[in-house]
């Protein structure tokens, strides 16, 4: 399904369509949306929650207006990024909505059991693989996992891993395929801005926020990471979930060069879910330069599957 950016469009959910009656947020004009960005992301919330492990972790967070009824935003990262990425354009959006919004720099299950209702959870690349896993274990019952309200997976790593995608790309498109591989092999992205821009950006994106932004995965790149990665592949394919304890969302991105729709598809697949396909964005969807496509797809969501009703 390709969804092209309007103001209202159909969401499929149990093979029914369902109208989404509310506009898109809006913020009214460029100079307020740069005001509302710029409040947020200059002064986010941070601290620091200690998991049981003794590690520290990282979060952004903004809480919800008092008497809002709307369950908390808890967003979660892909490889070489951080609680960061989602903090200049989505958590002021989704805060200006009305949410909570909590930007985690991985993981997240504590940030979850630390909160007063189930929350949303939204999660981008390898973010995603690990909240398929989370849900999983939720269908098999472990009920010391927090519940969740709804799950969104953006631009997801599918349950099988990358490895399917990235042999697709090879096939189909061998020269992007092998500049890729070499990019991720070697890193190139942290130093070259084309190479960066191909992985994870649209061509149209500016060069100053090329420039930004590959100075965070830079900084990401010198540090410990947080998720075992190497234990995270071991357990690939992930199982199908025994139930489905929430609704999921799966979005891909059309110009996305590093997960492919036939990824997006089987993760849909997966979770008995529709593969829901945005135009013009890139694989960092919420940094990239049409950003509020995403958003806007990822609020009608919420209200088409009610799940901003007590």
């Not at 098999?140 to 349950?159: F, V």
């Amino acid at each position: 399904m390709l969804l092209r950016h309007s103001s209202s469009f159909c969401c499929r959910s149990d093979k029914r369509s369902v109208p989404l009656l509310a506009a898109p947020l809006k913020f009214g004009n460029l100079r307020q949306e740069q005001h509302i960005c710029r409040a947020v992301a200059t002064n986010p919330a941070k601290s620091r929650h200690q998991l049981a492990s003794g590690t520290g972790l990282e979060v952004i967070g903004l809480e919800s207006a008092q008497g809002s009824r709307y369950p908390p935003l808890i967003f979660l990262h892909g490889s070489y990024h951080a609680a960061w990425c989602w903090q200049d354009k989505f958590l002021p959006y989704f805060h200006a909505a009305g949410f909570g919004v909590f930007a985690v720099s991985l993981r997240g299950q504590e940030v979850i059991a630390s909160l007063d209702q189930a929350p949303i959870l939204i999660s981008h690349s390898l973010g995603g693989l690990i909240a398929q896993r989370y849900m999983v274990r939720l269908g098999e019952g472990e009920e010391h996992r927090p519940a969740l309200r709804g799950l969104a997976l953006l631009c997801s790593m599918p349950p099988s891993g990358n490895t399917g995608t990235a042999g697709r790309i090879m096939k189909n498109t061998p020269l992007l395929g092998v500049r890729l591989t070499w990019g991720f092999i070697t890193k190139s992205f942290l130093r070259s801005k084309s190479a960066c821009r191909e992985m994870f950006f649209s061509n149209d994106l500016p060069e100053a926020d090329i420039d930004r932004y590959q100075q965070l995965f830079r900084a990401e790149a010198g540090k410990v990471p947080v998720v075992d990665v190497k234990a995270l592949n071991s357990n690939l394919p992930l199982p199908r979930p025994c139930s489905l304890h929430c609704p999921v969302l799966v979005l891909g991105c059309s110009n996305d060069r590093i997960v492919d729709r036939q990824g997006v598809e089987e993760t849909a697949a997966h979770f008995g879910a529709q593969a829901v396909m945005l135009p013009d964005l890139a694989h960092d969807l919420m940094l990239d330069t049409r950003w509020q496509q995403a958003a806007d797809a990822l609020l009608q969501w919420m209200q088409a599957e009610m799940l901003l009703e007590n």
